[in-house]
């Protein structure tokens, strides 16, 4: 499992949330994952500095939702990370998505160059981002945890929503304040994944992480 501390950039307008009931089904979203080392002398500060520059940008360039987070290592080894940030943006529908990235390619050139300043990012990956449950009190900002996961044999569509809706109540039951989804690998991902779905779940901060942590050892 890698652990990964989650800073907010931008949110242009909120994507929904989900809740599970009777006929209701988790709803997927797009999301992009730039992969990128820091050129010398650049660092976190600097990104971010650039980040805040294109974040009032975006709102007045973009015509279609889209949120973009930066995260950094935590809990990770050296021989399974190979880039020092990840800039991950999600957006309404794989459309809106396309529109967001037609306009910075076209009219965001100024701030492109200003990112590739600070980073050389060589690795862009989509993924398919299913919702499964929508953390009760939501933060700008926190950390991730990724868990690499494959279904068992004759394990169908049906019986993984099953599995959610039950896991989401025992978590309702101890308060948790913990949002959980699936990314689905898509274009740009390595052709030797041998999984089927990153399980992700993310909490507010490191106290509620080691919270979580504490209930489920």
């Not at 973009?62 to 943006?89: C, E, H, M, Q, R």
């Not at 993924?127 to 991730?144: F, H, K």
Request: a negative charge.
């Amino acid at each position: 499992m890698n652990y990964l501390k989650l800073l907010f950039v931008s949110v242009l307008v909120s994507i929904c949330s989900v809740s599970y009931a009777d006929n209701h089904l988790p709803t997927f979203y797009p999301i992009e994952v730039f992969g990128c080392k820091y050129n010398e002398d650049q660092g976190l500060d600097d990104l971010l500095r650039v980040a805040g520059e294109w974040n009032k940008w975006a709102d007045n360039n973009f015509s279609k939702p889209y949120a973009a987070w930066v995260l950094v290592p935590g809990y990770v080894n050296s021989d399974s990370v190979t880039n020092d940030v990840a800039w991950i943006g999600v957006s309404s529908s794989f459309e809106d998505l396309g529109t967001v990235q037609d306009e910075m390619a076209s009219k965001g050139q100024r701030l492109q160059a200003k990112f590739d300043k600070v980073t050389t990012c060589k690795d862009h990956t989509l993924w398919g981002w299913e919702m499964t449950r929508a953390s009760p009190n939501p933060s700008a900002d926190g950390v991730l945890s990724f868990s690499a996961c494959t279904l068992n044999e004759g394990v169908t569509r049906e019986d993984v929503l099953a599995a959610d809706k039950k896991w989401n109540e025992y978590l309702d039951g101890i308060d948790s304040n913990q949002g959980l989804s699936r990314w689905y690998p898509g274009s740009g991902t390595s052709n030797d994944i041998n999984f089927d779905f990153l399980y992700v779940s993310g909490d507010s901060s490191n106290a509620e992480w080691g919270k979580g942590a504490d209930v489920f050892v």
